[in-house]
């Protein structure tokens, strides 16, 4: 079974830093997904970033980067030039690659809170 | 842009009634799911559907609860005769083959 771990259960930074929330995963699946989504206090869920686990080259979405490595089945996210709109709960999550006929599940970790500070 | 759309945004019931969670996927997406966040609590599967049945449920759906496509749009949640432990957020997502799931605003149910 596939678990997803996020061990940090909060934290915090001064609005314009970078911070970077860890995330490891067990796996025995070759192909896979990865994800970050946020739930601000709305409690909405909004995808982030993906990653696919065939392709080296760390995903980028403006302020948002990943570091992948795949081998260390580690998947952190780094917010540059953070602001106070980033403050959310940050969900790591991981995805089988499905077979033709079907999806799979999405396994979340418990995530992190993350407070910037003007 | 397309978006999952979840009504209501919140209800409450009393326990051991029935409620109904409604949900519009994406158009054009094929698989659907339900997830369960608990307050202050890691998102957790419950099930997915697809091809009008459902693909994979979790221990926690048992025979309390249903989905259901009524009519090729809708997709729905029914929980019968809930209990103070089901007072959660409730999301449905929806997504395209080998894709990332996009979700919905959530319903907050409140059992009391």
């Known amino acids: 079974a596939q678990t997803v771990t996020q061990s940090q259960p909060e934290m915090s930074v001064q609005e314009a830093e970078t911070v970077t929330l860890s995330c490891t995963y067990d796996?025995?699946?070759?192909?896979?997904?990865l994800f970050w989504y946020k739930q601000p206090p709305s409690r909405q869920m909004i995808l982030v970033i993906r990653?696919?686990?065939?392709?080296?080259q760390n995903a980028t979405e403006n302020r948002f980067s990943v570091n992948f490595q795949k081998a260390a089945k580690s998947f952190s996210l780094k917010i540059s030039d953070s602001q106070l709109g980033d403050t959310a709960m940050y969900f790591c999550?991981?995805?089988?690659?499905?077979?033709?006929?079907?999806?799979?599940?999405?396994?979340f970790g418990k995530g992190t809170r993350l407070h910037i500070l003007p | 842009e397309p978006e999952v759309t979840q009504t209501p945004s919140h209800q409450v019931t009393q326990m051991g009634q029935e409620v109904i969670l409604r949900c519009v996927p994406i158009?054009?997406?094929?698989?659907f799911y339900w997830y369960r966040q608990i307050l202050g609590q890691k998102v957790e599967f419950l099930v997915s559907?697809?091809?009008?049945?459902?693909?994979?449920k979790s221990e926690i759906f048992d025979d309390q609860f249903s989905v259901e496509r009524p009519d090729g749009s809708n997709f729905t949640l029914k929980i019968r005769s809930t209990k103070l432990e089901d007072s959660a957020m409730y999301f449905c997502?929806?997504?395209?083959?080998?894709?990332?799931?996009?979700f919905g605003q959530g319903t907050r149910l409140t059992v009391v």
């Open positions: 990653q696919e686990a065939y392709k080296q």
């Open positions: 796996t025995s699946e070759n192909n896979y997904y």
């Open positions: 559907f697809y091809n009008n049945e459902i693909s994979e």
């Open positions: 997502a929806s997504s395209e083959p080998r894709s990332e799931a996009f």
């Open positions: 158009s054009n997406h094929l698989y």
């Open positions: 999550a991981f995805m089988k690659h499905g077979s033709v006929n079907r999806d799979d599940k999405i396994i």
